[in-house]
């Protein structure tokens, strides 16, 4: 892996690798802008090797740097990709020793990054950070359960635009990953009236999740790509829809909770497909909205609704795809705000 080209070319500042031998603390910490402020770094504990930790810190932190900037918010964008320790995280005292050390390692960076909650890290282990540096935020918000109430949201306002309305009753929704998000969208769904597919790499939460709610329908990870449905709702960890599992498709819309949840090359190929995307960056931003900002879950979900708003007028005015729309905003304002000077020495209030 040429860790310098990749860098190069998506833009990045800096890439550090962070190690404490006593708590197995391992983890790529990717900073991909501070031009509009702090870059805000999602964290996330999972268990993969150094190689695919750095590719996910790379990724994750370019979309936290246009998400941060289509929010609206004072912020760069970042990523801390945490190994999980090899003794596990079962011992209470070994999670906040892990998080504690990240807190420590990241203290020097105050200026640049800020720490906030991911897959796999609660609000809990974020306050085990905050005892080491005040560069965290998220600790008194449910992000997960405000990222699934916007998800929901921004899917309406996208769905006015890709099938003629808003209204989500009977409209076939396929959700790919029912984690912490993915159940929650999943629950807003079911109430309005979709009919739902889903699907898991761990099939007892898609089980446990129709146990839940009546009429869905549970189908394995292999098998939803081919599942007829209206909107295919990406919530996993990345990287979930291949560019050449593209000609599966069977939806007329994608828009879900999971970053990157295709490549450019993927981008690429859903347009020549005819099939909208709205891009991860535009649509799950309600958690981190809240999480910077005063604003309750309805106000942080509003936000989404109304920018998804946004994106799909300017789609349609000038024919472009959403998801070129989406990040040509984001960039613009980066550039705008860049061009003034000194921008990054402020913090959301």
Not at 243 to 267: F, K, M, N, W
Not at 313 to 329: D, L, S
């Amino acid at each position: 892996m040429q860790i310098l080209e990749e860098m190069q070319s998506r833009g990045h500042e800096a890439l550090t690798l962070l190690h404490h031998a006593p708590s197995g603390l391992r983890a790529a910490l990717a900073v991909h802008s501070t031009v509009l402020g702090p870059a805000i770094a999602g964290v996330r504990l999972r268990e993969q090797d150094e190689e695919l930790a750095i590719r996910g810190a790379l990724a994750l932190s370019e979309s936290l740097t246009l998400k941060a900037a289509l929010a609206g918010l004072n912020y760069g964008g970042g990523a801390c990709v945490l190994m999980t320790p090899e003794c596990g995280m079962d011992d209470p005292h070994a999670r906040e020793a892990l998080f504690r050390a990240l807190g420590r390692q990241v203290r020097p960076m105050e200026a640049r990054v800020v720490l906030t909650e991911d897959i796999g890290v609660s609000p809990a282990d974020i306050a085990f950070v905050a005892q080491e540096t005040r560069s965290t935020l998220g600790m008194h918000t449910d992000t997960s359960a405000v990222t699934g109430y916007g998800v929901y949201r921004g899917m309406k306002a996208a769905a006015r635009f890709a099938l003629g309305s808003e209204s989500m009753r009977g409209v076939r929704v396929a959700i790919l990953g029912v984690g912490a998000v993915g159940r929650a969208l999943a629950a807003h769904l079911h109430r309005e009236g979709a009919r739902l597919t889903v699907a898991d790499d761990r099939p007892e939460r898609a089980e446990a999740l129709a146990e839940d709610l009546d009429g869905v329908t549970v189908v394995g990870c292999d098998q939803i790509l081919d599942a007829p449905c209206d909107i295919l709702a990406p919530c996993g960890y990345g990287h979930s829809i291949r560019s050449v599992d593209v000609p599966r498709l069977q939806c007329r819309l994608i828009a879900g909770g999971e970053h990157h949840p295709l490549t450019r090359r993927g981008e690429d190929a859903v347009k020549e497909a005819g099939i909208v995307y709205m891009p991860d960056f535009a649509i799950n931003s309600a958690g981190l909205i809240a999480a910077a900002t005063d604003l309750d879950m309805n106000q942080a979900a509003e936000r989404v609704y109304q920018t998804v708003g946004r994106i799909t007028a300017a789609a349609e005015q000038y024919g472009k795809a959403p998801h070129v729309v989406a990040r040509k905003m984001a960039e613009r304002r980066i550039a705008l705000i860049g061009s003034l000077g000194g921008a990054g020495t402020w913090r959301q209030a």
